[in-house]
């Protein structure tokens, strides 16, 4: 049975970092893709970044891109979010989810299984 937990949310003030984590189960990690999504209130979810199997790819969205890193270590079943320079429209809550393939992807439907989330809050 496939589990995604995710990690490392909490309130922050603007600028601060966050590293959010997802450890996985039930399959084999290193041979899926995985990626990051977020639902602020009221909004749709939406894609925020993806990483492929072997890392040699990653996708962003343009509004975290040279702010937020996404990595994986396949020895500890993890993926990463690191979130630099946080600003208030971060605010959201983030999930992980596994991706039916090796490839990263921008789009939900390429991704069969989530995680619960985990809440971060930008707010001074």
């Known amino acids: 049975q496939v589990h995604l937990v995710e990690s490392g949310g909490g309130l922050v003030q603007p600028g601060s970092s966050l590293r959010l984590s997802c450890t996985a189960s039930?399959?084999?990690?290193?041979?899926?893709?995985m990626g990051w999504f977020r639902q602020a209130p009221g909004k749709e979810r939406e894609f925020v970044a993806s990483?492929?199997?072997?890392?040699?790819?990653?996708y962003y969205t343009d509004s975290v891109k040279g702010r937020f890193t996404i990595s994986r270590d396949d020895a500890k079943n993890t993926v990463y979010l690191q979130m630099n320079n946080l600003k208030p429209q971060d605010t959201a809550a983030y999930s992980c989810a596994r991706a039916r393939s090796i490839y990263p992807s921008r789009a939900e439907s390429n991704y069969n299984y989530w995680g619960q989330g985990t809440q971060v809050t930008v707010s001074s």
């Open positions: 039930g399959f084999s990690f290193g041979s899926y893709a």
């Open positions: 990483i492929s199997a072997n890392t040699l790819l990653a």
